[in-house]
């Protein structure tokens, strides 16, 4: 079984910075697309950045330049470095990624989510 699990959350002041991190851990052989996506309040959910295996990076519009998604292979793990934060990247955030499990690679990869983890940025 594959969990994902993000920390890193809390209330920022506007201009502030935030550092998720999300572990994935359970039998894992590799993985492949790891991302982030957001849902503010009453909102969809949406694509925040995007991370290939070889490190090839996507990022939202509203967040260039002030977001930087990085990943470490060997730890299973996905980072999501935000700075200068506006009370419009107030959401959930959720981490997500394409894994393939097991121990054999032959299994074809299985997309998961994280749990969320709330950012408010409010004075």
């Known amino acids: 079984q594959v969990q994902l699990v993000e920390s890193g959350g809390g209330l920022v002041q506007p201009g502030g910075s935030l550092r998720l991190s999300c572990a994935a851990s359970?039998?894992?052989?590799?993985?492949?697309?790891m991302g982030w996506y957001r849902q503010p309040p009453g909102k969809e959910r949406e694509l925040v950045a995007s991370?290939?295996?070889?490190?090839?990076?996507n990022y939202a519009d509203s967040v260039k330049g002030r977001f930087t998604i990085s990943r470490v292979n060997a730890q299973n793990t996905v980072y999501l470095q935000m700075n200068s934060l506006n009370p419009d990247d107030t959401a959930v955030y959720y981490c997500?990624?394409?894994?393939?499990?097991?121990?054999?690679?032959?299994?074809?990869?299985?997309?998961?989510w994280g749990q969320g983890t709330q950012v408010t940025v409010s004075s």
């Open positions: 997500n990624a394409d894994v393939v499990p097991g121990t054999t690679g032959i299994l074809v990869p299985r997309n998961y």
């Open positions: 359970g039998t894992i052989f590799s993985i492949n697309t």
């Open positions: 991370i290939t295996s070889v490190g090839t990076t």
